[in-house]
Antibody, heavy 117, light 109 residues
Framework: QVQLVESGGGLVKPGGSLRLSCAASGFTFSDYHMSWIRQAPGKGLEWVSYISSSGRTIDYADSVKGRFTISRDNASYLQMNSLRAEDTAVYYC?????????????WGQGTLVTVSS | EIVLTQSPGTLSLSPGERATLSCRASQSVNSNYLAWYQQKPGQAPRLLIYGASNRATGIPDRFSGSGSGTDFTLTISRLEPEDFAVYYCQQYGSSPQYTFGQGTKLEIK
């Protein structure tokens, strides 16, 4: 069965860095595009970043552009630099299903990132 | 940037009733790239509908989606106790690549 497991979250001071990882199993990872989506406490969903199956196409939300970097090898990663209080959220990785109109058909359980002094 | 506005913010209904949730876009959306998700407390979202009207694998047929252009609807024909949750619409295809609506909370009356 498809599983996505995020790790790397935690408490970090403003201006600090974290690297999130998303381990995938149960499917051929290299065949799928991946994304990161976040959810601030008590708030809605916000798309953060996308990486194509080949890694050649990458995109970011304006709110994180220039600070976050997405990458992949046999897992997906989100390098987060210059963190701000407003980056505090649960971060989910999700599989992008091309045949589902690029919808997110599987999600991890999320990892909490807290940015606070 | 395409903004998705969901209404109502909260919908109070009883099990067995019909639920109609709305998602309105600030400009036309390709219906192939309009999806709906369900999220229960403490859980990750679950894909319900893709391409505006197609149920994802394993989704019961009481869930249906419709719409085109700027107006989309998620309908739950007869509410089951497990359907009370928050629902989000989402579109793909405009920069930024994805946007979500702010969500509709479906609560038990």
């Amino acid at each position: 069965q498809v599983q996505l497991v995020e790790s790397g979250g935690g408490l970090v001071k403003p201006g600090g860095s974290l690297r999130l990882s998303c381990a995938a199993s149960g499917f051929t990872f290299s065949d799928y595009h991946m994304s990161w989506i976040r959810q601030a406490p008590g708030k809605g969903l916000e798309w953060v970043s996308y990486i194509s199956s080949s890694g050649r196409t990458i995109d970011y939300a304006d709110s994180v552009k220039g600070r976050f970097t997405i990458s992949r090898d046999n897992a997906s990663y989100l390098q987060m630099n210059s963190l701000r209080a407003e980056d505090t959220a649960v971060y989910y990785c999700a599989r992008v299903r091309y045949s589902y109109g690029y919808g997110f058909d599987y999600w991890g359980q999320g990892t909490l990132v807290t940015v606070s002094s | 940037e395409i903004v998705l506005t969901q209404s109502p913010g909260t919908l109070s209904l009883s099990p067995g009733e019909r639920a109609t949730l709305s998602c309105r876009a600030s400009q036309s959306v390709n219906s192939n790239y309009l999806a709906w998700y369900q999220q229960k407390p403490g859980q990750a979202p679950r894909l319900l509908i893709y391409g505006a009207s197609n149920r994802a694998t394993g989704i019961p047929d009481r869930f249906s989606g419709s719409g085109s252009g700027t107006d989309f609807t998620l309908t739950i024909s007869r509410l089951e106790p497990e359907d009370f949750a928050v629902y989000y619409c989402q579109q793909y295809g405009s920069s930024p690549q994805y946007t979500f609506g702010q969500g509709t909370k479906l609560e038990i009356k």
